[in-house]
């Protein structure tokens, strides 16, 4: 894939926004932090001005409250996420993009929704497979930076029954990595219907991903066109291609902000771990869970 044809992947000024933060004499933010909020900015639809993202209460909201939790697992404090977008209003503030009373109030927002955030992330209800499977792996010690440790972990965490599956996603609860399910989900418990709701989770998540990936590529493109120049390899042929490459960078991105590599290696490899159930088997366990009801 050549993405400088493509540009699919946002170039995030994050560089700029911490050389900025460190003239002005304010706290480091976390960069991967930084990066990951103005990624998921870009690609979620936020409004751009000289290359940065420009916050507003909804563009806020989403991030925060509907996107980040989709997509990250932090291994530190969830409030550098926080922090990072303090930075960007700022600094929105700073080129005269904001007045000060908004200044305060986008502030006041996020650190309302980045303190949510915290507990959207210890949500059982919310997890995707990848950021799941994150905590498991950090739970058992593994090194997710060895591709090999992670490969071997998963092939040691398919030999188990499914008891000892439940026992691991339980132990997390135990741990105070994820919160106790409420109400009629702790009920189901790390059930069927539970997985299968992963599963779901997933699959939207990253086809969202992909879409922000298209919409962006597209955009670049027009601008190729515009000035004459030829489209690029991807594109030439079956539209399946570029599809493909969508696709590709959407579990590399979401492997850069769990475990590299990971959720590639669930899609390709281990899918029998996280299953991303079709149409015919929610069906199929719409069925069984009525005949159950009616006996």
């Known amino acids: 894939m050549d993405d400088e044809d493509l540009q699919l992947i946002p170039r995030t000024c994050a560089e700029e926004l911490?050389?900025?933060?460190?003239?002005?004499?304010?706290a480091p933010v976390p960069e991967e932090a930084l990066r990951e909020v103005l990624t998921l900015l870009e690609l979620g639809?936020?409004?751009?001005?000289?290359?940065?993202?420009?916050?507003?209460?909804?563009?806020?909201?989403?991030l925060l409250h509907e996107r980040l939790h989709l997509y990250v697992q932090p291994a530190g404090d969830p409030a550098a996420y926080g922090e990072a977008v303090r930075l960007l209003i700022d600094r929105q503030r700073a080129a005269r993009?904001?007045?000060?009373?908004?200044?305060?109030?986008?502030?006041?927002?996020?650190?309302?929704?980045?303190e949510l955030l915290?507990?959207?992330?210890?949500?059982?209800?919310?997890?995707?497979?990848?950021?799941?499977?994150?905590?498991?792996?950090r739970a058992d010690g593994v090194d997710t930076g060895d591709a090999a440790a992670v490969r071997a972990w998963l092939?040691?965490?398919?030999?188990?029954?499914?008891?000892?599956?439940?026992?691991?996603?339980?132990?997390?609860?135990?741990?105070?990595?994820?919160?106790?399910?409420?109400?009629?989900?702790?009920?189901?418990g790390w059930g069927e219907a539970h997985l299968l709701s992963i599963g779901m989770a997933t699959d939207g998540a990253r086809r969202l991903l992909e879409y922000g990936l298209m919409q962006r590529?597209?955009?670049?493109?027009?601008?190729?066109?515009?000035?004459?120049?030829?489209?690029?390899?991807?594109?030439?042929?079956?539209?399946?291609d570029f599809e493909q490459v969508v696709a590709d960078v959407a579990l590399w991105l979401c492997g850069e902000w769990t475990v590299p590599g990971?959720?590639?290696?669930?899609?390709?490899?281990?899918?029998d771990l996280a299953p991303e159930p079709g149409t015919e088997e929610l069906e199929a366990y719409a069925a069984a869970r009525q005949t159950h009801d009616e006996e």
């Not at 940065?52 to 909804?58: F, I, T, V």
């Not at 993009?97 to 980045?114: M, T």
């Open 118 to 137: 915290g507990t959207l992330l210890r949500r059982p209800q919310l997890l995707t497979w990848p950021r799941l499977y994150t905590l498991l792996l």
């Open 97 to 114: 993009r904001l007045n000060a009373k908004r200044q305060e109030r986008l502030h006041a927002e996020a650190e309302w929704q980045g």
């Open 18 to 26: 911490l050389a900025w933060a460190d003239a002005e004499g304010r």
């Open 155 to 188: 092939d040691a965490f398919r030999a188990l029954e499914p008891d000892g599956r439940t026992a691991a996603y339980e132990a997390l609860v135990e741990t105070g990595a994820l919160d106790a399910m409420t109400g009629a989900d702790a009920a189901l």
């Open 262 to 271: 990971l959720p590639a290696l669930l899609v390709a490899e281990y899918s």
């Open 217 to 240: 590529s597209y955009r670049n493109l027009a601008a190729l066109t515009a000035m004459g120049e030829p489209m690029p390899f991807e594109l030439r042929g079956e539209f399946e």
């Open 45 to 62: 639809g936020a409004p751009m001005h000289d290359g940065r993202p420009e916050l507003g209460s909804a563009v806020l909201e989403q």
